[in-house]
């Protein structure tokens, strides 16, 4: 089921608020809504569920307009990102209780059923187990079977891996997307790790003010950031302020030769990414900048390097044999980089 | 309290002398001011044997007391029970205004004296009150007889059940209701199978601590009952009837019996915490 959202808006005290936010998700497709929190992208979450209504806009399942639908008639699978699953019930009672609640035939094709859901999410020992008995990543197992069980339209998940720790987490991202794979769910997860957006999902939405910045693949978000926002957001990035010499971008007065990317010619901030700096000896290079910090770390030296008068730092990995010190001036060569309007 | 392992000693810890001086203070007025009353109660009740001890409780105004007691119970109970669930799922769950209004009107009968809140109730149905003579008029009869005791008592226990749910539904907040709607779930079934199991044993603290104290009310009952002997007396009513007429026996056993749901009280809630420990123990205000 494709869902389309257009032009939601919706207000709230202070953050998550959605303004005027479009987004198409396609049938089957596995998006992944990826920003700093109070970007929006929980509440987005919601009013796709329907635990939230707009201000203004729409949502449609499909060709249907479910802008008005009430939670319950949605046909949605929900995991929150702290499972909450009931206490006081078993496995087994947690994952029946939407085909209960739906009448999902007798009580024996309600057995099965959530025998065979079990089974998928690989908890068949656990059914008569208490919610308190189980692991952080058992339990978001549970929680998932819980959604899947009335058969969602879409499946919906807020922080899934949130609450976990590190291994846990890669272990169970491999398995959803798997699980994803064999049944073709269109589903839609929210998460603050772009590592994890990224590896998981088909297509990544970035949030930023309620807004989207930018969908699309992974290649799509690191090659072709649409803004600066997201170029920043995504992976590590250093920007300066330039000016523009009608063919080359300055810095400070002097022109740089660089590989521009992207569609902006003009001044503005250039962004560059750390791999893409070049450290030489001063005076080789158009720009000079000061060594401030020097650390070593497993693969090499972190290094500090504030270009020209300004504060900003550009934070680079170098060789372990290279004799920089901090205190010292370094030429320093942008290989490429991306210009962005100010 | 649950059972807990006590934390290693530190430099904060006092020496052995001031923690065994502290202890022995507290214990000795536990003794003097809680445990000493109740064998007071026990040995006055049982002072003349226990056949005179069980005959005070042939006397057909005694039997009359502990009915009307119990029925009293029985019809304010309920009616708490209703009005704490509906008044602290309301305040846990949603926002709205007057909320804390309503939750200072909730621990009103905590602050007021009951003999005052007896009083409200004779000037709104007393013959001289606000509806007393249209009361008179059409016969219905509230002072001096059952609804009054009753109307009197669900005001002074009002906040027995609603204080003890409003912490817990608030801590556990509204999102296994959320799950249940996204499961398909609406309104009053979400209740009975998520929100209800959640506080049950909150729930049933509550309804304790309510009951026995519907049983022992004096203050605001004596003002609204008028003391009709055998008709509008209940048993703490009777107590201080009887302990006035010198008959100690009598009114000491029927003190005991008052005595005795306290003590159940204290054991249920002593079971419940070692059932359900650290949650009841945070939320516990009373």
């Known amino acids: ?342 | 309290m649950s059972q807990r392992p006590l934390p290693p000693p530190t430099a904060a810890t006092e020496r052995p002398v001031t923690r065994l001086c502290l202890t022995a203070i507290a214990l000795a007025f536990l003794a003097l001011f809680l445990v000493l009353p109740v064998i007071v109660v026990f040995s006055e009740a049982l002072a003349k044997g226990v056949a005179v001890y069980l005959e005070t409780f042939d006397d057909p105004d005694a039997r009359a007391a502990i009915e009307l007691t119990l029925l009293v119970v029985a019809i304010s109970v309920p009616l708490n029970l209703v009005f704490g669930v509906a008044a602290s799922w309301a305040i846990a769950k949603f926002e709205f205004r007057g909320k804390s209004l309503l939750i200072t009107l909730i621990d009103l009968p905590f602050s007021v004296s009951p003999v005052v809140s007896g009083l409200i109730y004779v000037l709104l149905f007393g013959s001289q009150g606000l509806f007393g003579p249209w009361l008179e008029a059409h016969g219905i009869k509230i002072l001096f007889a059952l609804p009054g005791i009753v109307l009197a008592t669900i005001f002074v226990t009002f906040p027995f059940v609603a204080r003890e749910l409003i912490p817990l539904m608030q801590e556990q907040g509204s999102l296994d209701e959320e799950a249940a709607l996204t499961l398909g779930a609406r309104g009053f079934r979400i209740f009975f199978t998520i929100t209800l199991p959640n506080v049950a044993w909150g729930l049933l603290y509550g309804v304790l601590l309510c009951t026995a104290r519907a049983m022992g009310e004096f203050g605001a009952v004596s003002v609204v009952s008028g003391h009709i002997r055998g008709v509008t007396d209940t048993m703490p009513l009777h107590v201080e009837i009887l302990y006035n007429e010198y008959n100690f026996v009598a009114a000491f056993a029927m003190a005991s019996l008052l005595t005795l749901m306290a003590v159940v009280t204290l054991a249920a809630k002593t079971v419940l915490e070692m059932h359900y420990g650290d949650a009841l123990a945070r939320t516990t205000r009373i």
């Not at chain 1, 303004?19 to 929190?37: F, H, K, Q, T, V």
């Not at chain 1, 250093?238 to 902006?264: K, M, N, Q, W, Y």
């Not at chain 1, 990995?317 to 030429?331: C, I, M, Q, R």
Request: hydrophobic letters at 40%; aromatic letters at 8%.
């Open chain 1, 1 to 342: 089921m494709d869902i389309r959202i257009v032009g939601v808006s919706k207000a709230f005290g202070r953050t998550g608020a959605l303004r005027g936010l479009d987004l198409e998700i396609r049938a089957g497709e596995l998006i992944a809504l990826l920003g700093p929190s109070g970007s929006g992208k929980t509440t987005l979450l919601r009013v796709i569920a329907g635990l939230e209504f707009p201000d203004a806009g729409q949502v449609y399942f499909g060709q249907e307009d479910a802008t008005g639908l009430a939670v319950q008639e949605r046909q949605i699978g929900f995991v929150f990102q702290h499972y909450a699953l009931f206490k006081h019930m078993t496995v087994f009672d947690n994952v029946a209780y939407g085909l209960r609640v739906r009448r999902h035939g007798t009580k024996t094709e309600i057995a099965a059923r959530v025998g065979e859901l079990l089974d998928l999410v690989q908890l068949a020992d656990f059914a008569a187990r208490y919610p308190r008995q189980l692991s952080g990543g058992q339990r978001q197992r549970v929680a998932l079977a819980r959604a899947l069980a009335v058969d969602p339209r879409v499946l919906l998940l807020d922080e899934p891996f949130g609450a976990l720790d590190a291994k846990i987490r890669r272990d169970l991202r491999r398995w959803l997307r798997e699980l994803h794979d064999r049944t073709g769910h269109t589903t839609v997860f929210v998460t603050h790790d772009q590592e994890e957006a990224i590896e998981l999902a088909d297509r990544v939405a970035i949030l930023n003010g309620g807004r989207i910045e930018q969908v699309g693949t992974a290649d799509d978000i690191y090659d072709r950031p649409a803004t600066a926002f997201v170029m920043s957001f995504v992976g590590d990035t250093s920007a300066i302020p330039v000016g523009f010499d009608g063919h080359r971008p300055s810095f400070e007065g002097r022109s740089f030769d660089t590989c521009l990317l992207g569609p902006h010619r003009g001044p503005g901030l250039f962004y560059v990414r750390p791999r893409d700096v070049e450290v030489t000896a001063p005076g080789a290079a158009a720009i000079t900048g000061k060594v401030r910090t020097v650390h070593r770390t497993a693969t090499g030296l972190r290094t500090q390097i504030s270009p020209g008068k300004t504060d900003t730092l550009i934070e680079i990995e170098l060789d372990n044999s290279a004799t920089v010190k901090a205190g010292t001036e370094v030429g320093l060569r942008f290989l490429r980089g991306r210009l962005f309007e100010t």
